[in-house]
């Protein structure tokens, strides 16, 4: 299948799945009126060569369980104003764009995410101290972006989190302490950034780790 989205895909009020994964000739911008589809629970565009940002209208998703952008070619930051009724949000995949901006600090209003997929961007910023909020998150994947700052002490607070990969940015600093408390953490990717000071000892504590780089 080749072309654009139309935005008569909008009118369908009764749709919940929307899954145009991988059509390769897929192209052009993602149509702010799928932001009226209140009853839409999967939203998959993956793997095409859609262009522009997403649309602030995506706000008006409120049953959206899965937001599934990956391998893309989308730009702009993320609308801050997009998490407010997001609050059924599991998956936000968006890796392998050209996403610019910082990581909106209203991301902790969708609160039932459990999985942020982010890599492969242009992010830049500070990871928002919000993020420690999210207490179902099970996996946050920031790595190959442009993120500077420290490690935010909210981090360690995520005590589902399984994945985590802050690889391949500008973070600085130490990596807290409290990295500790993270009992169920199995992967940690921390490499290729300029983070300072020891290894905690407290990393001695994560007992389920099986990879950490």
């Known amino acids: 299948m080749s072309g654009t989205l139309s935005p008569f895909l909008g009118n369908l009020s ?6 145009l994964f991988s059509l390769k000739d897929l192209k052009g911008p993602i149509p702010p009126e799928l932001g009226k589809l209140a009853s839409l629970n999967q939203l998959i565009l993956s793997y095409n ?19 599934d952008l990956t391998n893309n070619s989308l730009t702009g930051p993320i609308p801050n104003l997009i998490f407010y ?15 610019s901006g910082s990581i909106p600090s209203s991301i902790h209003m969708a609160i039932s995410l459990t999985n942020i997929q982010l ?23 920031l790595s190959e972006n442009q993120i500077t700052g420290a490690i935010p002490p909210s981090l360690p607070n995520l005590s589902n989190l399984k994945y985590l990969y802050l690889d391949i940015n500008r973070l600085t600093g130490p990596i807290p302490t409290s990295i500790g408390n993270l009992s169920r953490l199995d992967r940690l990717y921390s490499g290729n950034n300029m983070l300072s000071g020891n290894l905690p000892s407290s990393l001695g504590n994560l007992l389920s780790l099986t990879d950490l780089r």
């Open 14 to 19: 009764s749709l919940q799945i929307l899954n």
């Open 49 to 67: 060569r859609l262009t522009g940002s997403i649309p602030d209208t995506f706000q008006g998703l409120s049953h959206l369980q899965s937001l």
């Open 85 to 99: 009724n997001l609050t059924s949000l599991s998956e936000l995949l968006l890796s392998k764009n050209q996403i």
């Open 119 to 141: 890599q492969g961007n242009n992010f830049s910023g500070n990871i928002p101290e919000t993020i420690g909020e999210l207490k179902n998150l099970v996996k946050f994947d």
